[in-house]
């Protein structure tokens, strides 16, 4: 069993991308992997915004990024790139918080005029901190994922089949074959 930390890079509790990262969390546990989130927005911003690199919140989480052998990172893509908040958490970590470990991002976005921000904005920065092998990363336009008044998500058919195909391939690269591959 792998331990995946999965970071919500998001300014808001109740966005899309936190949201659909939270279901994909789901499918990773069900896989057999320990799951633990980080929601980026709950770090005091006077840490992010104030470099303390002592702050018990960052020495927190760059003890999370220690420990996990995965990380997922969503991001929503604001003026094509990553939020503002995940780069403040991201710049406060070690630079090579990411060394020997597999890396999954994920983003969200209104336009598809965005879904290179992965590649050319999120992708250098975690190579930069050392990550292993940064698997293949997914863009989902925001109109894919509808969430429910109980507060249910449902992602789109052809979306949702990218998306469990991404999870389970950066499962496999964690070393552990995706369980729930052959009943999707």
Same mark, same amino acid.
């Given at each position: 069993?792998?331990?995946?930390?999965?970071?919500?890079?998001?300014?808001?509790?109740?966005?899309?991308?936190?949201?659909?990262?939270?279901?994909?969390?789901?499918?990773?546990?069900?896989?057999g992997?320990?799951?633990?989130?980080?929601?980026?927005?709950?770090?005091?911003?006077?840490?992010?915004?104030?470099?303390?690199?002592?702050?018990?919140?960052?020495v927190?989480?760059?003890?999370?990024?220690?420990?996990?052998?995965?990380?997922?990172?969503?991001?929503?893509?604001?003026?094509?790139?990553?939020?503002?908040?995940?780069?403040?958490?991201l710049?406060?970590?070690p630079?090579?918080?990411?060394?020997?470990?597999?890396?999954?991002?994920?983003?969200?976005? *209104? &336009?598809?005029?965005?879904?290179?921000?992965? =590649?050319? /904005? @999120?992708?250098? #920065?975690?190579?930069?901190?050392?990550? $292993?092998?940064?698997?293949?990363?997914?863009?989902?336009?925001?109109?894919?994922?509808?969430?429910?008044?109980? *507060? &249910?998500?449902?992602?789109?058919?052809?979306? =949702?089949? /990218? @998306?469990?195909? #991404?999870?389970?391939?950066?499962?496999? $690269?964690?070393?552990?074959?995706?369980?729930?591959?052959?009943?999707?």
């Amino acid at each position: 069993m792998a331990t995946v930390l999965s970071v919500s890079g998001s300014p808001s509790a109740s966005s899309r991308t936190h949201r659909l990262l939270r279901h994909l969390d789901r499918r990773l546990t069900a896989q057999g992997h320990e799951v633990t989130p980080l929601d980026v927005r709950t770090v005091p911003a006077e840490a992010l915004l104030g470099a303390d690199f002592a702050h018990p919140a960052i020495v927190e989480a760059a003890e999370l990024f220690a420990r996990a052998d995965g990380v997922v990172i969503a991001t929503p893509v604001y003026k094509a790139a990553y939020s503002g908040v995940l780069k403040a958490l991201l710049d406060l970590l070690p630079q090579y918080a990411l060394t020997g470990k597999t890396v999954l991002p994920l983003a969200t976005g *209104g &336009t598809t005029a965005h879904v290179l921000a992965i =590649d050319y /904005a @999120l992708r250098p #920065v975690l190579n930069s901190m050392g990550a $292993a092998h940064i698997v293949q990363g997914w863009f989902t336009l925001d109109k894919d994922i509808t969430v429910h008044e109980d *507060g &249910t998500l449902s992602v789109a058919s052809l979306t =949702d089949e /990218a @998306l469990t195909q #991404v999870v389970d391939q950066f499962s496999t $690269a964690l070393g552990r074959t995706p369980l729930l591959a052959a009943a999707s």
